[in-house]
């Protein structure tokens, strides 16, 4: 008689590279609220705030984690640090669909989605010897969408900007 196979029970709260699609699905549907809030999740020092949090997390407040644990006698401690297929996902993921700064083809666009009551944010990006001062306001508790953009005082109804090689400092005021 073939012996039954027995499988540990195991649980994990938060498997980071499956919890990062998720936050770019809420980002794809322009939901800034659920994309930043499980964003905020990941964030390793979220985790490590205060000493309490410090002895149940158990690895360094500054890398992702694959996985956070939910076992009994694991809860809130993170494994598998230095995930580097996670951490590059992070990275795009907050830069390119929560604050929205893509460059496409030499041209540098802003399309946030963010958590509606965000007021403002900015970025400082820097192209070879330009400069651009990125200000993105929110007046209206959007959670995604552009109404005006401004590139030196002046309005850009394309929405981007090509990127030039020219040394100068460049301001973009973005209102959603």
């Known amino acids: 008689m073939a012996k039954k196979r027995e499988y540990k029970k195991w649980s994990q709260q938060q498997y980071t590279h499956g919890a990062i699609w998720t936050i770019w699905a809420?980002?794809?549907?322009k939901d800034g609220d659920k994309a930043v809030k499980y964003y905020k999740y990941i964030v390793p020092i979220?985790?490590?705030?205060?000493?309490?949090?410090?002895?149940?997390y158990k690895v360094e407040p500054y890398v992702i984690v694959a996985d956070m644990y939910t076992a009994?006698?694991?809860?809130?401690?993170?494994?598998?640090?230095?995930?580097?297929?996670?951490?590059?996902?992070?990275?795009?993921?907050?830069?390119?669909?929560?604050?929205?700064?893509?460059?496409?083809?030499?041209n540098l666009s802003i399309s946030p989605c963010?958590?509606?009551?965000?007021?403002?944010?900015?970025?400082?990006?820097?192209y070879k010897t330009s400069i651009y001062n990125i200000k993105v306001r929110n007046p209206n508790n959007r959670q995604s969408g552009i109404t005006n953009f401004k590139l030196n005082g002046e309005?850009?109804?394309?929405?981007?900007?090509?990127?030039?090689?020219d040394g100068r400092i460049n301001e973009i005021e973005i209102i959603m």
Do not use: M
């Open 72 to 106: 009994p006698n694991l809860i809130g401690r993170g494994g598998w640090t230095w995930y580097t297929g996670s951490s590059s996902w992070f990275n795009k993921v907050g830069i390119e669909e929560i604050l929205g700064l893509k460059i496409i083809d030499g």
């Open 114 to 126: 963010i958590d509606s009551e965000w007021k403002e944010y900015s970025i400082r990006y820097r």
């Open 46 to 56: 979220e985790h490590a705030r205060t000493r309490e949090l410090q002895n149940k």
């Open 26 to 29: 809420f980002a794809c549907l």
């Open 155 to 165: 309005e850009v109804d394309v929405k981007k900007v090509k990127l030039v090689d």
